[in-house]
Each structure stands twice: as structure tokens, then as C-alpha cells.
């Protein structure tokens, strides 16, 4: 144990032991003349204060013997135990990482739990480890409604708002949901967090939400210890930000005061749970032993403000009312404190030798869960799922002549836009769990008309509009994914994802792995994207950058090219969201949402009859065509693209084929290592940039697999994508993918390929004036 953690553990026994003791009052009684807390109650609360006091010492100690791993403590914020004493152990709680001692109360009242345990398999990153299975040290339980969460920078707010919303949707839409109808969200951060765009974003959603009458029962809490890391929040800074906030009821409370905490709390809990609205508890706490185990406070605070902390331990401020109100003896309180501490040091002990995950395949088995028979299946299905079982759904019942949502036959052609629509149309009519929701996705339809119609059908408790804030809008997927719904948000553009990309990166795709496959965020988020609108835009509606997105663990990025992809790929979607929980970002190809030809004007051939039951295998690709002597891989726009192409290579007797990767992550290597082989030759047509685009990471599977052939790739530039003519001079077309095809067949000085390449500066000429 640290210098640090000894002289608080002395001190506190020393100053227990210096008290005298008082008339003896009956632990039923109230502890305080006139009150409500009961002495029984402040014990629980002292139990539960002292464990988590003992824990963060065994976790220090831990640490210097090199059999834990970095950890921080709760010292000094154990007043947080009064919430879990306020709170039904049925309320979701996403928790702050200070919040030991509400961890340790909220588990004692669940049968067969064992906190110390728990928490110190964590710490020394045990295999065994019940929350996140010896990835990280967060608290966490499925049986105790925790919600594991890093909440380093208030990244877990939005998912707390999406959840407070969801519950009372779920009763209202019969959605089997984990929890009560009456539950209440609890929400816990620090001060420091309370200035993060995402504190702010969140709680100016809770209230905006329920400004339009609609239920938001969540409890912020913001456990101010008055610093962040070394930073110091000034004094009265939360209240002056939050505490007058029209639509948000505010309550303070000493966290250092146990019959002072616990009243408040209850209080707070209560508002929330009777008005089904938003609320805000400021907590006041000191911090101790400094922000994390090697963090030397002496660097950057006065003693003087480190001894003003000492004088409010919160664990000393509860022995102390104990003994003043004759509760208990000062040897009572330091008989149970050094129990506690014998428990927890050799339950620390027994830990310390735990087997450790020890593969790369234990590490990420909770990342990916993936049974693609049972996705297939759901895909497949016409009729409701029954009792919403997600883990077991039905062998299909229908083929691809299944009826449409008003009983008709999918004769006709469609638009991709179309095909998306009546996708949605489908899933909504089918499964009432099904959210649609987004920025102008409701009465307008979205930008695009995508989604047109579909609130008119089936209600603004299924398809609704949301604030305009990216990270609201997960939140909102997030939330609900929990809560028993399969949410597809819509972003309404590929750029305007990037300032929420932590939802989807820390958030939603880290969930299964901190809590060992416990909880899973089911989800299918729609995002327009890339480039080549005619006459709109600019850069930030023609964004053509999915790099930040490729190298999230575990997440499916689907990229359909043409109607009939696009339907049978959001049905799968939806499905492997549905049965696996996964996390499955749909991009959508803005260009093509309405095009209908392919080589000339009214040729129609970009058009496609979905099937009204498809499915697209997550990482299989589609080609088109068989051509012998060269492979065009591509994606969205690159597909009809690299088509046109391939008609004016066949002219010059050249035969190519065309490979529609289709999911950017995984990548189909097996279909494209089979055609790159058939052709020897293979051209990556990719309409990102060529430095973090798509092309990397099939070359690099080519590489990987032994290719021994010629490839290729042929990019967009590495810029920005300006507004009008000028986007022609960055952005891939095909003169430069038959120019890059003939280069790779070794014909670059022939006349083919100048011609090609003079095509394509012609282009650049006329874009220029």
C-alpha cells in the first residue's frame, strides 16, 4: 500500500479511536431526533463506504506487488453509496468510475453476489472476472442492473438519455424491456466531465425531450470533488451551469454528510420516478489519494487543500455520526472496519493467482459474436418474431415471393432510394421493435425522400424526429438498444458523423467487450455518404472519408451499390443487430439514391426488383460479369463506374469482370482472392482517398493471402471535396479506372490508353473554366 493509502488508513483509525463514546440508540431508531434515516441505515451505508475505503487499498497494494494493473480509486466520493441506498437495485445505473462504494451496496442486495470479488478480479484483470471478463477494471453487473461503462469523458450520457427514453417507449409499444416500466436512470460523472460537449449535449437533450411531453425518467448525478486530474473547477461552477436550467429540477447534497446525502437522494430519486422527468443531483465530494495510483498530488495543490479534504473523508464523517449518535461504540465502528479489511485483503490475496486471458481469440470472442445461419433465418422470416426472442428465431417460413407490407408482389423496379424505403416499410410492419428515427426523418422523409411516408404509417412512437445533434442521436440508438428495441438512426450525412464518431468507436462497439458479452447494442445506423451530387454540397455532403470507421473492432460497414443489394443488405443488418447484437453501420451511396441508368439516358438499367424476403451474407461480395482477363473491385459509386469501364475495355478486347465488395468491414477475401485469381489481374477502383481508403486494405489482403499476380489501385485524391465542376479534378471517374486498366495490362503507351488519359484531361480542362 502507498505512503498515501497508509496514512489514511491510520488516520481514520486514530481519529475513530480518539472519540468517546455516546448513549447507546437503537439502530431502528433515527439516528438524528425528528428525521427519517434510521441508524440501521447509516450502518449499511458505513458498511458499504468502508469496503469500497478497503478496496481501493487492496488495489493500491495490488498494483506495487505487480499483480494489478491501473485502477482509480473511489476515496473521498463514497457518499454515492446514499444512491444506491435511494434507488430499487432494478434502476439501470451507467456509473461513474469513482463510484466503488454505490457498486458495493447495490450488490449486496443481490442474492449470490459478491462485490469484493467482483471488483478485485478486475483489478488484477482475472479471466474470471463477472463484469468484463479481465478486460478492464470497470464496474459492472447484468444481475445488478450496471451497466459497465469507461465514462471517462461523459461518453456514456447519450446511451443514458437513449435509455430513459426507451423505457417508457418500450411499454408504450409492448417491447419486452429488462426493466420496469417505472424505472428510473441514474447517471453518475465527475465535475470535470460536466464541461464535456457530450455532459452538455446529453442533459440539453433530456430536457428538450421532455419539453415535448415525452417521458425522460433520468437522474444526473455529478459527483464534484472540485478537480479534474489537476485542473480545479471553480467553486459554485456546476450550480451556476446547471442549477437553473428550465426543465431540469436540481437537488444538492453533501456527499461528505451521510444523513444529508441519503435524503436528498431519496428525494431526487423519488421526483424522478413520480414525473417521469429529468433531474440533476450535485453531489459535493473531495477527492483522496489523488486521481489515479501514481498520480502525486503534491505537484499541483497546496497542503492546505489537501488537508481540507482529509477533514471531510466521508468514511470517517459516517463512523463519526455513528458514535455521536450512539449507534454504535468507537470500537464497534473499528471492529467492522478492520473485518472489512481482513475480508477484503484475503479475498485479494485469493485473486492475485487468478488465471489471466491468455489468447487472442479469449480476448476478442465477445467482440464479434456472429452465427450467421440464425441472421439468414431472421432475414428470411415474413411473419412477427414470437415473445420477441432474439436468441432463437425461427427457420423462415418464406421465399422470395413473400408479400409486401400491403400484401402485394415486389413486381416492379426500383431506385436504391426506393428499395430502402420499402425495406423500412417492411421491418416495421414485421417487428415491432423496429425504431426509425433521425434529423428531419420524420414529417419531411429526410432530405432525400428515403424515408418518406414511413411516420404517416406507422406513428411517431416508431419514426420520429430528433434534435439536430449527432451524439443525441446515437444516444437515442444506444439507449434503446438496451431497452429491447432495434434502432436504425439515421446520420444525415457521412461528415457530420465524425463530431459523435466516440458513440459509435467508445461507445457502442466497446460495450460487449467490457462487459464479456452481458450487454450488446443491437443497431443499424444509416449514414448518407460520399460524393459525386451534382450541383449540391461541398464538402460536407460529399464526404468520402471512411477510414475512422474501418478499424473498429467487431463493427459490420455495409455499402451497398444497387436496389436490390440495398434491400436484401439492411435486412441483414437488421437481423445480425436483431441475433447477434451487432453494431452495423449502413452507408448509402447519396449519388446513386435516385439514379436509374447505367450507359445512356433512359437505359434503366441501374434499376433492380429486391426481393421482398433477401439477404446478403455479411462479407460475401457480388460480381458481375466473368471476364478472363482483369478483376474491377469496387463499392458504391465504384460499381456502375467500374461497369462503364469495363464496356469500353471489352471494345479493345479486353474482358474484365466486376467484384461489388458490398461490406467494407469484413472485407470479402475469399470472393475477391477467387476472382482476383481467376483474372491474374486485379484494379481496385476506389472512390475514397487514397491514403486511409478501402484500397489499402484489399491490397493488403491480396498481399497477405500470397496473390502472385498484377494488382492495382486507382483512388480519389487525398482532399477535400469542393463545391461545383471542380470536384471532377479530385474525385475518382472512370477515364482514369480505364486508363489505370490499361496501364496494369502493360499497354500504357499505346493509343487506347492516351486516348483515355486525354479523355480524362479534356475533363480537368472543362472543370477548370
Known sequence: MTDQAVELDERFRASVAALAPRPGRAAHQPIAPGGAITGAACLELFEAQATSRHLDFAARRLGGARQGYYSIGSSGHEGNAALAAALRVTDPALLHYRSGAFFVHRARRVPGL????????????????????????????????????????????????????????????????????????????????????????????????????????????????????????????IRQAYGSRPGLAWFAADGCAAVDA???????????????APAFLHLRTVRLLGHAGSDVETAY???????????????????????????????????????????VATAAERVSAEPKLASAAAVIAPIARARPALVRADALRTGPLPHNDREHPPDANAGPGAPRRNGAERTEQMTIAQAINDTLASMLARDRDVLVFGEDVGRKGGVYGVTKGLQKTFGARRVFDTLLDEQSVLGTALGSALAGFVPIPEIQYLAYLHNAADQIRGEAAT????????????????????????GFGGHFHND??????????????????????????????????????????????????HTRDLHRPGDDEWLARPSAAGYAEIGRARVYGDGADLTLVGFANGVPMSLRAARRLARHGIHARVLDLRWLAPLPVDDLLR??????????????????????????????????????????EDSFVPLGPAAATVLLDEDRIEAAALRLLGEATTARTRRAEARHSAKLDSAGK
Open 511 to 534: 460495450l460487449s467487450f467490457f462487459s464479456d458479452g452481458r450487454y450488446r447494442n443491437p443497431m443499424v445506423v444509416r449514414i448518407a455518404g460520399y460524393a459525386y451530387q451534382k
Open 262 to 276: 441519503l435524503t436528498t437522494a431519496d428525494t431526487a430519486a423519488r421526483w424522478v420516478r413520480d414525473r417521469r
Open 301 to 343: 495543490r497546496r497542503p492546505a487543500e489537501i488537508a481540507a479534504d482529509l477533514a471531510r473523508d466521508p468514511v470517517l464523517a459516517t463512523a463519526r455520526l455513528l458514535i455521536e449518535s450512539g449507534v454504535a461504540t468507537p470500537a464497534d465502528v473499528l471492529d467492522r472496519y478492520a473485518a472489512i479489511g481482513r475480508r
Open 544 to 593: 468520402n472519408s471512411v477510414a475512422a470507421l474501418r478499424d473498429i473492432p467487431g463493427v459490420v460497414l455495409a455499402s451497398p451499390a444497387r436496389a436490390d443489394d440495398a434491400a436484401a443488405m439492411l435486412r441483414t443488418c437488421v437481423s445480425a443487430a436483431r441475433v447477434d447484437g451487432r453494431v452495423c453501420l449502413y452507408l448509402e451511396p447519396i449519388a446513386l439514391y
Open 114 to 237: 459478491d462485490p469484493i470479488r467482483d471488483v478485485l478480479l478486475g483489478v488484477v484483470a482475472a479471466a474470471a472476472d463477472p463484469i468484463s471478463g479481465g478486460r478492464h477494471k470497470v464496474f459492472g453487473s447484468a444481475d445488478a442492473n450496471v451497466i459497465p461503462q469507461t465514462s471517462t469523458i461523459a461518453s456514456h450520457l447519450p446511451r443514458a438519455v437513449g435509455l430513459a427514453f426507451a423505457i417508457d417507449r418500450a411499454a408504450r409499444l409492448d417491447v419486452p424491456c429488462p426493466w420496469p416500466a417505472d424505472a428510473v436512470v441514474v447517471c453518475s460523472f465527475g465535475d470535470a466531465s460536466a464541461n464535456h460537449s457530450t455532459a452538455a449535449g446529453a442533459i440539453n437533450a433530456a430536457i428538450h425531450t421532455a419539453r415535448q411531453g415525452i417521458a425522460m425518467p433520468i437522474l444526473f448525478v455529478c459527483e464534484d470533488n472540485g478537480i479534474g486530474i489537476s485542473v480545479p473547477t471553480p467553486p459554485e461552477w
Open 675 to 716: 476472382h482476383a485469381r481467376a483474372t491474374g489481374r486485379v484494379l481496385v477502383a476506389d472512390e475514397t482517398r487514397r491514403s486511409g481508403g478501402v484500397a489499402e486494405a484489399v491490397c493488403a489482403a491480396l498481399i497477405d493471402a500470397g496473390f502472385t499476380g498484377r494488382s492495382a489501385r486507382v483512388t480519389s
